[in-house]
């Protein structure tokens, strides 16, 4: 599975991380540390493509 | 001077009973499959959560798996427990790198562990083409030095608490395995792995359930994590949960709708959101994502396309999975 990654602001100063998986899937993923995907977004140049928690039939 | 009550240790008062907070593992029965019941896993998946709180890993190349939910349809060998995971090399599949099925355990439920000696048991079986060497189910629990990790990504100072083998037969058996938590670990997980061998059969699969993490050196009757299948949801909504916005309002094209979503626990932090499927959507201009507002509830905004009547349904998951 592949991932892009695009920052969008949903609220004003509300600032979520939009991925969108090879099937156009689209997850929202909180600017927060302690979230598993955005730890694997920031390290996403050194970690597997396909490390994520995927949703159902993902 | 060790604690008693009536001559018998803290652990052994727990032996035969069904109690919540006994076993570390969430969702050990295999109970709770919130995202599905049957998920085709690629090869060369670095991890995928299938069964709540279980995530699966196959990375190498030619091994596509299925995991997926069934009764474990055994009243003699195992009458109390309804449900198993099934860990399934596809059928003409070559690859024969390990396979892994593991739980990493949050941080604040594996200190209560540390510097303590822990007995992992569970139940299992193999298919009748179970292709792993002498039938071996590799078992281990390791521990960490790391908060809130998951050990696909990052697992720092890692330390073997439990490394085995159980001999798997197609009928269900119970597997005890004992060790001792270092008192410097501050996170845990344990994983089995099933090191497949030349071209999978229609049955090269392993069933487990009925994972039990629990402290002292016995292995006591099965008790969920949460004590009741209500508990044991609850415990698995903490990471993981879906949830429905829908909100309807009259548009006048400079109005907007603010819809707040309650999720039925509060996560262990801000979810991952993702839709799930869009319902009723009329006269919507523009739907944003959910934010967190904090505590159990999310909020999103919603324009009409145009003045009038405006609905819509729109469902959600929300992972706060590690």
Same mark, same amino acid.
């Given at each position: 599975m592949q991932y892009t990654y695009e920052l969008v602001e949903?609220?004003?100063n509300i600032f979520y991380i939009k991925r969108t998986d090879d099937s156009g899937v689209e997850a929202w993923i909180p600017t927060d540390p302690a979230n598993a995907d955005y730890q694997a977004y920031l390290n996403k140049d050194t970690l597997p493509s396909n490390s994520s928690t995927p949703q159902a039939g993902a | 001077m060790g604690v008693t009550l009536n001559g018998a240790s803290p652990e052994s008062i727990f032996t035969g009973a069904i109690v @919540? @907070?006994?076993?570390?593992?969430?969702?050990g029965g295999m109970d709770i499959w919130q995202r599905g019941t049957s998920f085709a896993i690629a090869a060369s998946t670095a991890y995928q959560y299938t069964a709540d709180r279980w995530c699966s890993t196959s990375t190498g190349a030619s091994e596509a798996i299925t995991v997926s939910r069934q009764a474990t349809g055994d009243t003699t060998n195992l009458p109390n427990i309804q449900y198993a995971l099934r860990y399934q090399r596809n059928s003409g599949q070559t690859g024969t790198t390990g396979l892994g099925l593991y739980q990493p355990l949050e941080t604040t439920n594996s200190i209560p562990l540390a510097g303590k000696s822990v007995t992992l048991s569970f139940y299992a079986r193999a298919g009748a083409n179970f292709s792993a060497t002498s039938s071996l189910l590799g078992v281990s629990l390791s521990s960490s030095?790391?908060?809130?990790?998951n050990p696909s990504s990052a697992w720092v100072g890692s330390a073997s608490v439990i490394s085995s083998n159980a001999t798997l037969t197609t009928t269900w058996q119970r597997f005890t395995f004992t060790g001792t938590i270092a008192t410097t670990a501050t996170q845990l997980y344990s994983q089995f792995t099933f090191t497949p061998t030349s071209t999978a059969g229609a049955n090269d699969y392993f069933d487990i359930t009925g994972v039990q993490l629990e402290l002292g050196s016995t292995a006591t009757t099965f008790s969920r994590a949460g004590g009741t299948l209500q508990g044991e949801l609850a415990a698995c909504q903490r990471y993981y949960a879906t949830a429905i916005g829908d909100t309807a309002f009259y548009s006048t094209l400079t109005s907007y709708n603010w819809e707040e979503i309650y999720l039925p626990v509060t996560q262990r932090g801000s979810a991952t959101v993702t839709s799930l499927g869009v319902g009723t959507n009329t006269n919507v201009g523009s739907a944003s994502a959910p934010a967190y507002l904090g505590s159990n509830c999310y909020r999103y905004s919603v324009t009409g396309a145009g003045t009038g009547q405006v609905a819509r349904n729109e469902s959600f998951s929300f992972s706060a999975e590690l």
């Open positions: 949903t609220f004003p | @919540g @907070g006994k076993n570390a593992i969430i969702n030095t790391g908060t809130d990790q």
